[in-house]
T-cell receptor, first 110, second 111 residues
Framework: SQTIHQWPATLVQPVGSPLSLECTVE??????LYWYRQAAGRGLQLLFY??????ISSEVPQNLSASRPQDRQFILSSKKLLLSDSGFYLC?????????FGSGTQLSVL | SQKIEQNSEALNIQEGKTATLTCNYT??????LQWYRQDPGRGPVFLLL?????KEKRKERLKVTFDTTLKQSLFHITASQPADSATYLC??????????FGTGTRLTVIP
């Protein structure tokens, strides 16, 4: 069966530091992959999605970027974190329109 | 742009009763709508998907209705249990490769 791995679970970073969050999927090939952010009291906001290696679509302009170096690997990055980047980051893969999420990374930028 | 409203931020009900959560949307006609459950500090878990041509869908103690005229979905949990306590998210299909999520309703089932 398919599984999705996301790490780390929590992260505390200073303003201006770089970020790299990794997500990998097992048990499926060529999945559609997504990065969402959930801020306190707000809905999930789609940040990026990818339909294949090297193919990234961005939903909102921001301080973040994404890459898909391998079929089942999706990476969220930033060169310099802002306070407003704090939040709960979720990776997901999609099948039949349904999303299956990882366990999330709670990022606190101080 | 599309907007989703989930009836209340929090809902408390007594164990054994039926919980009813509401999701209203505007400015869009989604091909389908979904409900997810989210526990604190965890990713959402898919529960049910209902298409625009379906009026009702059931899964064990869960029932979802979809009224495209009213632009509303109702999510019911019958015979609720304390283990059903969680935040429930409504999400609607919003064009290719995108699901638009509501902010959720936090359900507490009181023993």
């Amino acid at each position: 069966s398919q599984t999705i791995h996301q790490w780390p679970a929590t992260l505390v970073q200073p303003v201006g530091s770089p970020l790299s969050l990794e997500c990998t999927v097992e048990g499926t090939s060529n999945p559609n992959l997504y990065w969402y952010r959930q801020a306190a009291g707000r809905g999930l906001q789609l940040l990026f999605y990818s339909v294949g290696i090297g193919q990234i679509s961005s939903e909102v302009p921001q301080n973040l970027s994404a890459s898909r170096p391998q079929d089942r690997q999706f990476i969220l990055s930033s060169k310099k974190l802002l306070l407003s980047d704090s939040g709960f980051y979720l990776c997901a893969w999609e099948t039949g329109g349904k999303l299956f999420f990882g366990s999330g990374t709670q990022l606190s930028v101080l | 742009s599309q907007k989703i409203e989930q009836n209340s931020e929090a809902l408390n009900i007594q164990e054994g009763k039926t919980a009813t959560l509401t999701c209203n949307y505007t400015n869009y006609s989604p091909a389908y709508l979904q409900w997810y459950r989210q526990d604190p500090g965890r990713g959402p878990v898919f529960l049910l998907l209902i298409r625009e041509n379906e009026k009702e869908k059931r899964k064990e103690r869960l029932k979802v209705t979809f009224d495209t005229t009213l632009k509303q979905s109702l999510f019911h949990i019958t015979a609720s249990q304390p283990a059903d306590s969680a935040t429930y998210l409504c999400a609607l299909e919003s064009g290719a490769n995108n699901l638009f999520f509501g902010t959720g309703t936090r359900l507490t089932v009181i023993p």
